[in-house]
């Protein structure tokens, strides 16, 4: 099975500017969730989706939002960028059921200037 | 806030010694603990999931859980260099929705 792919890559942004970040997971996973990964904060949640629902959110500002299509494709926004939001930004996803293994794709690096 | 909490490190250890990390969460309702294992550079790999209390082997890496005393443990046997990196205690909330990291501690292996 493929994993779970992330793009792009790489991205610089200058502040104020919005970005859009894209996550194909595992096939036949359902669940995506995100997470921004910086040296002082470590690995942070940043919200989780089930088959197109946001289930849980985690504690960020308004200005990071996300969705997930039908084929469980998910995007996050990230509006009015700020020096704070150069980060690794990571997708998992996870099958949905019992067991909440979830797996990473390579992450999406984020540099704002 | 539910937290979860690891030793910072740097844990340094020979080769062919076992490794012990650890790691302590404060939600008391949690279910289901990970270790992950990050590269410089990389994404985080899953290598262990337990959801029993008890000890669950696989190959050279057992993780051990102690629901009473909220603790999880990863022990790693005849360490290797390549075993050198990042780990990351992770554990579920109750609804299965989120994980919340531990800020991990690096390990380091010297041949």
């Known amino acids: 099975k493929a994993g779970v792919t992330q793009t792009p890559r790489y991205l610089i942004k200058t502040r104020g500017q919005q970005v859009t970040l894209s996550c194909s997971p595992i096939?036949?996973?359902?669940?995506v969730s995100w997470y921004q990964q910086t040296p002082g904060q470590g690995l942070q949640f940043l919200f989780e989706?089930?088959?197109?629902?946001?289930?849980n959110k985690g504690n960020f500002p308004g200005r990071f939002s996300g969705r997930q299509f039908s084929n469980s494709r998910s995007e996050m926004n990230v509006s009015t960028l700020e020096l704070g939001d150069s980060a690794l930004y990571l997708c998992a996803s996870a099958s949905g059921g019992a067991t909440y293994e979830q797996y990473f794709g390579p992450g999406t690096r984020l540099t704002v200037t | 806030q539910k937290e979860v909490e690891q030793n910072s490190g740097p844990l340094s250890v020979p080769e062919g010694a076992i490794a012990s990390l650890n790691c302590t969460y404060s939600?008391?309702?949690?279910?289901?603990f990970f270790w992950y294992r990050q590269y410089s550079g990389k994404s985080p790999e899953l290598i262990m999931s337990i959801y029993s209390n008890g000890d669950k082997e696989d190959g050279r890496f057992t993780a051990q859980l102690n629901k009473a005393s909220q603790y999880v443990s990863l022990l790693i046997r005849d360490s290797q260099p390549s075993d050198s990196a990042t780990y990351l205690c992770a554990v579920a909330n109750q609804a299965g929705t989120a994980l919340i990291f531990g800020k991990g501690t690096t390990l380091s292996v010297s041949s």
């Open positions: 989706y089930f088959s197109e629902t946001q289930r």
């Open positions: 096939s036949g996973h359902r669940s």
């Open positions: 939600d008391r309702g949690s279910q289901s």
